[in-house]
């Protein structure tokens, strides 16, 4: 499982135009191509929870982002125990997805204007040390302060209290 995350991961890192040009003879990537044949189904889909647990849409309990929390997160755990910087941002980020997906973004002054958007707090370097995935509306629990007061105050949580942070949004 971890060979194959990571040929998607490098694939995604060195791109070719076509996905079989990493097993070519004059674009053969060695690292891909001894560990994944060429005739490997690349239609798949990727589930990282048990799909017969799945609660219907439209029912209580319903999470869009079921298939992949576990590794989400088990993704932010382990973000949350790289040491912190001093100067902090939350932003939000554009992840850039053009499949069929229920809470996908469109924001229209963006270089990637379409995608998933996410919530997050990031250094100075550009290390992620938590993320929201916003999944659409009503996703955001909303209190006394609107929807993004809301995240800014849990991203902001995991910041230490009483020493020297900057935190800006």
């Not at 250094?123 to 659409?136: L, N, Q, R």
């Not at 105050?153 to 949004?169: G, S």
């Amino acid at each position: 499982m971890g060979q194959f995350l990571g040929i998607h991961i490098l694939m995604g890192i060195i791109k070719q135009p076509i996905i079989s040009q990493h097993w070519g003879r004059a674009t053969r990537l060695s690292l891909i191509a001894y560990i994944m044949s060429r005739h490997w189904p690349f239609e798949y889909f990727f589930h990282a929870n048990d799909i017969h647990l799945t609660v219907p849409k439209g029912q209580d309990g319903y999470d869009s982002l079921f298939k992949l929390q576990q590794m989400i997160d088990g993704l932010r755990v382990n973000l949350k125990k790289i040491p912190a910087e001093e100067r902090q941002r939350i932003d939000e980020q554009m992840v850039p997805y053009k499949g069929r997906l229920s809470f996908k973004q469109y924001l229209k002054d963006i270089p990637n204007f379409l995608g998933i958007k996410i919530f997050s707090r990031a250094g100075a370097s550009g290390i992620i040390y938590d993320f929201e995935v916003y999944t659409g509306k009503g996703s955001v629990p909303v209190n006394e302060l609107d929807w993004g007061a809301e995240v800014v105050l849990r991203l902001a949580e995991m910041i230490p209290r009483n020493e020297n942070f900057k935190l800006f949004f």
